[in-house]
């Protein structure tokens, strides 16, 4: 069993930046992947970054460049560096991970995050 617990999000102006913390407690030894979606009311949750235990990283191609994802082992905790705003990354942000088992792959999620961009 993993918990996730989000924070970080709030009302930023175009343009700006926001960093999201997702801490991870509980079987974390058994994680082997974690990312950033977003969601908007009426439609599909859509990855916005992932990284492996090894450190690979991939990007939704809406955010590349302008988002960075990051992770603190010390902390158990992974971050979403958010940079050049713009009102169409309003969302919910969720953190999720993906666990590996003999049995198989389980994903868990935090309760999300409300990120808000507009003047």
């Known amino acids: 069993q993993v918990q996730l617990v989000e924070s970080g999000g709030g009302l930023v102006q175009p343009g700006g930046s926001l960093r999201l913390s997702c801490a991870a407690s509980g079987s974390i030894f058994s994680i082997y992947a974690m990312g950033w979606y977003r969601q908007v009311p009426g439609k599909q949750r859509e990855l916005v970054a992932a990284?492996?235990?090894?450190?690979?990283?991939n990007y939704a191609e809406s955010v590349k460049g302008r988002f960075t994802i990051s992770r603190d082992n010390a902390k158990n905790t992974v971050y979403l560096h958010m940079n050049s705003l713009k009102p169409e990354d309003t969302a919910v942000y969720y953190c999720n991970a993906d666990l590996l088992f003999e049995s198989g792959e389980y994903d868990y999620w935090g309760q999300g995050t409300q990120v808000t961009v507009s003047s």
């Open positions: 990284i492996t235990s090894g450190g690979s990283t």
